[in-house]
């Protein structure tokens, strides 16, 4: 199959494109002017990007029927502007856009391109019942327990800003210290995620859906699945896990979700 992902929510694009074109199935990502903060397409080099939206759009109508699937990545606009082109389709859902509005399910679901649903978490399975689960690929190439680099006996846990205070508060009785950081102010580029992660001896997934309050997202994060292939105990929403997920493997949950899509 040739397969072409529009949007790349945390890189999960061009993580899932990487590994289904080792597979055999040529894929491409294509993206606007939306800026990838850790640079997931520059490492993999799958990823064409455009100034605008327009200029996407335009392309995909230009070479859209030359792939056999396209895949929208938490992209409505796209998906709606661009169902008259009748090109066999999949749609992903990503997190807080479907949590935020369950409407978006039946808005998508009605499309007549669209074949397939897909959701990165399970509990977004009560939002899109009729979806299927992804499991977020992780680059197992990349992320590794790595024995020469020495860690600090700490944890880390990286957040927004604006979550800082929420996260210190949860972590504060925590018998080993945790490191709070703003993910932004501390930006890291993806390839250089292993490397951070490696040097931590724990990680803490607080993940915050942006509600009035906030409420933790029940659900590892990528990041919390990527410091669990580098070795790192992960404490999420009161448990701690130690073992790596294999269905999490980009090999692995590629050839499930090429298999879908062959169906």
Excluded at 68 to 85: E, G, M, N, Q, S
Aim: glycine share 4%.
């Amino acid at each position: 199959m040739r397969i072409l992902h529009v949007g790349d929510m945390a890189g999960s694009a061009s993580i899932t494109a990487n590994m289904c074109t080792r597979l055999g199935h040529e894929s491409i990502v294509l993206v606007d002017d939306k800026v990838d903060e850790w640079n997931h397409g520059d490492h993999y080099k799958n990823v064409l990007r455009f100034k605008t939206t327009e200029q996407l759009y335009e392309s995909i109508r230009l070479v859209g029927k030359e792939y056999d699937h396209i895949v929208y990545h938490d992209r409505l606009d796209a998906a709606v502007k661009l169902d008259d082109i009748h090109v066999p389709s999949s749609y992903m859902f990503h997190g807080n856009m479907l949590r935020q509005n369950p409407d978006l399910y039946h808005h998508i679901d009605s499309l007549e391109s669209i074949d397939n649903l897909f959701v990165t978490t399970e509990d977004l399975l009560k939002y899109a019942p009729t979806a299927e689960f992804f499991h977020r690929p992780v680059d197992l190439d990349l992320f590794h327990l790595d024995r020469s680099i020495e860690r600090v006996d700490m944890g880390i846990c990286l957040t927004q800003k604006r979550y800082m205070e929420q996260c210190n508060e949860i972590v504060k009785d925590e018998e080993t210290m945790v490191l709070v950081a703003d993910r932004v102010q501390n930006i890291r580029s993806y390839e250089d995620m292993p490397a951070f992660l490696n040097s931590f001896k724990f990680y803490y997934d607080i993940k915050f859906q942006p509600t009035h309050p906030p409420m933790i997202i029940p659900e590892l994060s990528q990041t919390g699945l990527q410091a669990l292939a580098c070795g790192n105990p992960v404490w999420s929403n009161h448990i701690w896990f130690t073992k790596f997920p294999e269905i999490h493997s980009d090999e692995w949950s590629c050839k499930e979700f090429i298999s879908v899509l062959q169906e």
